[in-house]
């Protein structure tokens, strides 16, 4: 087994899941098989209570892990399977070693730190490395961070233990360009450097987050004061177009040769001839779309990272530029629904909580009237059987259990969920089956009978009203084989009017785009046909 970790110094925020994830692309086109996992310092014991307004969006596994977002780049970057062995944080490790001391597994011993911590956490390392050749290990937060000690103790004392051939170390930084001076700055990187070597770990790759190029002069400085080979120390630069670019960018700075080289690994041909594609695709589309988001969690940019990198993918798949333009719910309800008029399509994303409710409600009443191309994904789901059951079932005072204690409770939480106390738990987490309806546009969409989604929500169609609204026109387009519940809802009556229950955006990569997406797209630009 080969190891490599990825650390950041200077700031947060400079993309180490994306280098992380653009380094498994480039290493599955040498023929390797690779597998990534994220360890977070936070106490958390995973990011599935954690506000999407702060933390960004919480990603779900097959398995019904909630994860940090970075497995999401993950996943659309490779062909890595993960599970809830691929995301660890800090409160995970410590919880795992107070249960083992409460049970006596350490027969009496001091618990510390050194050894217990960091033993459960190289235990983590390597059972989530089970399957691959490589396993990329990403490790959140910022050197110099008290909360990251351990991790980095853990990596140190791995690359003892597994010998220095099968066990590569990448430090990303920061290189700052002072405007005012003309000058860029190597300082920061050299400062984090000597924090890492502090505790041991000697990095054999610098990525240097950079929005100028590096020159030769400065790649020698960074290389004699860090210590690391001047081929090792990696330009990234800031992209114009796409992260779909950071595979090509990567190539052509070598550092997948290098990594290989480093780990004693033969360097097979690489061919990226797919990504070149992609990018080929996105710096020439033939058309281009609007689509308005109308989400709750718009103050943060990656609250909903997942579905505009799907909506991309639909993009890509109908060569055609997609501008988003995120509204907030909220200015729906003060402002009306005038500003949906310029939109192609609309979709309306998931969330949680009754604030903007009314404003999504009103934009789904928009798009049924007006014939505007409309998903709607977890809530977006919920608040169109909402609208539709007010203004064309008639039910007045159809609302959801989550939202409101009285009326017709359209939307509600099912029993067995109910009797679970802890709040995760309550939710209906991981992938599940759902069979498509003959002749729904799902079903065209997918072009086949049962698909297999991944879900995240407490509340679901109350089977009570699915007779008035069937009997109104809203088609069932999907169901759980097993549970009889609905995962998708469409209006049969118009272009294109598409609900799930379940998060698609999941399941999208760059290379191949999720089917309700690419059709979303493909209508929202025009296209009848599909």
Known sequence: MKYIFITGGVVSSLGKGLTAGALGALLEAHGYGVILQKFDPYLNVDPGTMNPSQHGEVYVLDDGAETDLDLGHYERFTHSKLTRNNSISSGKIYSSVIKKERRGDYLGKTVQVIPHVTDEIKECFRAGAEGCDIVITEIGGTVGDIESLPFLESMRQLALEEGKDNVLFIHMTLVPYLRAAGEIKSKPSQQSVAKLREIGVQPDVLVCRTEVHLSRDIRQKLSMFCNVEERSVIEEKDLDLSIYELP????????????????????????????????????????????????????????????????????????????????????????????????????????????????????????????????????????????????????????????????????????????????????????????????SLSKKAYEREVVRERHRHRYELNPTFEAALTGSGLLIAGRNPDTGLVEIIENPSLIWFVAAQFHPEFLSKPMKPHPLFANFIKVAKGDKKY
């Open 248 to 439: 090509e960018a990567l190539h052509r700075e070598g550092l997948d040769d290098i990594v290989l080289s480093k780990l004693r690994l033969p360097s097979t041909p690489c061919d990226i001839s797919a990504w070149s594609n992609i990018i080929g695709r996105l710096r020439k589309p033939k058309c281009a779309v609007k689509i308005g988001m109308i989400g709750k969690y718009h103050n943060q940019r990656d609250a909903y990272k997942s579905i505009n990198e799907a909506l991309a993918h639909g993009g890509i798949a109908n060569n055609c530029a997609v501008d988003i333009s995120a509204i907030s719910a909220e200015d729906i309800e003060k402002n009306g629904t005038a500003c949906l008029e310029e939109f192609d399509g609309i979709l309306v994303p998931g969330g949680f909580g009754n604030r903007g409710i009314e404003g999504k409600i009103a934009t789904a009443q928009f798009a049924r009237e007006n014939d505007v191309p409309y998903f709607g994904i977890c809530l977006g789901m919920q608040t169109a059987c909402i609208e539709f059951a007010r203004n064309v079932a008639k039910i007045s005072d159809a609302n959801s259990e989550e939202f409101c204690p009285d009326g017709s409770h359209v939307i509600c939480m099912i029993n067995s969920q109910k009797i679970i106390a802890e709040k995760g738990g309550t939710m209906r987490l991981g992938a599940y089956d759902c069979l498509l309806s003959e002749n």
